[in-house]
């Protein structure tokens, strides 16, 4: 894929594929960590991949980014300070900024994602990289979460699949230090792929989130560029009260936020806890 009229071919899986028509090659290249492609679609807008993988488009990007912030920010209801591992094309720190906190850590290993996207697709980041409230740290997110004294109430790991750099990230090692991490409702998510193609994965970050966390389950939404089902995002909290947070609390709570969401409200918020039998029974 080099130029105009070809087809990017998703590599993700071995017997599935799917394919989005190049408009235009915007950047090629290959960082330290990674390949990075970011290219321009009529459909999507523009799409950022990382090693053949698509990670994010411009015209579906606020169903991944809204869900991972403002659920577990609203459950929670008092979050001053926020963590996030990887998120470098910005889109959580851009939600997560639209909530009044103190800070916002982000940790990020691979600094060139961050400037292709700021200078690619800025309008995933919006202005948050230049909040005041954004400390941005380029490292390997393992090491800062091993050596930092920092308590969070809330920490997202928005990382690519287990695979590459993001490995490391998988593991009951890395999940236990980030609920040591936590502040004492303090509640983590992640995302756990697309679970009907990646189930595998999906039971794998629940067995973790259950080793670390007194509640771990998953919630779900719906994002056309992952194709083929729903994306799974895992919950582990030290208490089960957020989990239950009730319908007319989250609707106070996002009343007062005063922002304008595409995909999460409320009611949204508690039917993505409800799952289909085919994803709770990973949980067995």
């Avoid at 915007?26 to 679609?41: D, I």
């Avoid at 679970?195 to 080793?211: D, H, I, N, S, V």
Wanted: charged share 25%; with cysteine; net charge negative.
């Amino acid at each position: 894929m080099n130029e105009a009229g070809e087809w990017f071919a998703e590599t993700l899986y071995p017997d599935f594929q799917q394919r989005f028509k190049v408009e235009q090659v915007l950047y090629k290249g290959r960082s330290k960590f990674q390949e990075v492609v970011v290219f321009e679609t009529r459909r999507f807008g523009r799409v950022l991949a990382l090693d053949g993988v698509i990670q994010t488009t411009e015209a579906d990007e606020f169903v991944y980014h809204e869900m991972l912030v403002h659920l577990p920010f609203l459950a929670h209801g008092a979050v001053r300070r926020a963590l996030i591992i990887g998120g470098g094309d910005g889109g959580i720190l851009e939600e997560a900024l639209k909530h009044r906190i103190d800070k916002c850590v982000m940790v990020e290993i691979d600094g060139d994602v961050i400037d292709v996207c700021r200078k690619y697709i800025p309008s995933i980041c919006g202005g948050a990289f230049d909040d005041h409230r954004a400390e941005v740290r380029v490292e390997d997110g393992i090491k800062y979460i091993m050596e930092t004294k920092e308590k969070f109430d809330v920490i997202i790991v928005d990382s690519t699949d287990p695979q590459g750099p993001s490995e490391p990230l998988f593991t009951d090692e890395f999940y236990g230090t980030c609920a040591k991490r936590l502040t004492p409702r303090g509640i983590m998510v992640t995302q756990s792929g697309v679970t009907f193609m990646q189930a595998e994965e999906a039971k794998g970050t629940y067995g973790r989130l259950k080793r670390a966390f007194p509640d771990a389950t998953f919630y779900v939404a719906q994002v056309p560029s992952y194709a083929a089902g729903f994306m799974t995002l895992g919950w582990g909290c030290k208490s089960v009260r957020p989990r239950n947070t009730s319908l007319a609390i989250l609707q106070q709570r996002f009343a007062a936020l005063n922002i304008k969401t595409r995909y999460y409200t409320p009611e949204v918020h508690r039917a993505a806890l409800a799952l289909p039998p085919y994803i709770e029974a990973l949980k067995s």
